[in-house]
């Protein structure tokens, strides 16, 4: 199976923070994903990645960016953190098999901006 | 745009009462489905998924889904849930035009009590 872990699973920031989320699979995979978790939104997608140095961005990317130097290692980025950008942090990293692709979820990070 | 849409947001059930959990989505196109599920404190994890073929699949923990493409729908079932089962299912859909993106539906919490 595929290990996704994340470098945080609570976290505490304030306001106008630069916060930094970082998220390690262990296999060779390509595509890495970051959402974010909120009660009766289910999970939005923030930016996502196919690649080294490739960003694309998702439904959500205000106030967010991504950096994404090896292929192991996708890390979200809060520019200046607000009180709107606490949430649950998800990164994925998507395997593919002989009929398609399966996503692979770390265990989340709690980020509280105050 | 593309949606997801998960009709319950909390469902409620005794152990060995059966469950069904409704999910529709909007797109036209050929679909990837999946449902997640999350168990208190635990990471997303993926419960089943559907490619092609058999509309109806197994997934792990007596789960099944079956898709109605006339429909729209990909809904998970149980003959029997166990208190175990408590947790959050969420559906989710990735479109042939999408690459490797989930949307995802809006989450059900599920709760049995023993």
């Known amino acids: 199976d595929v290990k996704v872990t994340q470098s945080s699973r609570y976290l505490v920031k304030r306001t106008g923070e630069k916060v930094f989320l970082e998220c390690v699979q262990d296999?060779?995979?390509?595509?890495m994903f970051w959402y974010r978790q909120d009660p009766g939104l289910g999970l939005r997608l923030i930016y996502f990645?196919?690649?080294?140095?490739?960003?694309e961005k998702g439904d959500i990317p205000e106030g967010y960016s991504v950096s994404r130097e090896k292929k192991e290692r996708f890390s979200l980025i809060l520019e200046s953190a607000s009180t709107s950008q606490t949430s649950m942090y998800l990164c994925?990293?998507?395997?593919?098999?002989?009929?398609?692709?399966?996503?692979?979820f770390g265990p989340g990070t709690r980020l509280t901006v105050t | 745009a593309q949606s997801v849409s998960q009709h319950n947001h909390h469902v409620i059930l005794s152990e060995a009462a059966s469950l069904e959990l409704g999910c529709n989505y909007s797109?036209?196109?050929?679909?990837?489905l999946f449902w997640y599920v999350q168990y208190p404190g635990q990471h997303l994890q993926l419960l089943l998924k559907?490619?092609?073929?058999?509309?109806l699949v197994k997934g792990i923990k007596g789960f099944e889904a079956e898709f109605i493409k006339s429909k729209f729908s990909f809904n998970l079932r149980k003959p029997s849930v166990q208190w175990s089962d408590t947790a959050e299912y969420f559906c989710?859909?990735?479109?042939?035009?999408?690459?490797?993106?989930?949307?995802f539906g809006q989450g059900t919490e599920l709760s049995v009590k023993p």
């Open positions: 994925a990293a998507e395997a593919g098999t002989e009929r398609g692709y399966e996503q692979y």
């Open positions: 990645s196919y690649d080294v140095k490739m960003k």
């Open positions: 797109y036209g196109g050929t679909v990837n």
């Open positions: 559907y490619f092609s073929g058999d509309p």
């Open positions: 989710a859909v990735n479109t042939d035009n999408q690459g490797g993106k989930l949307i």
């Open positions: 296999m060779d995979h390509e595509n």
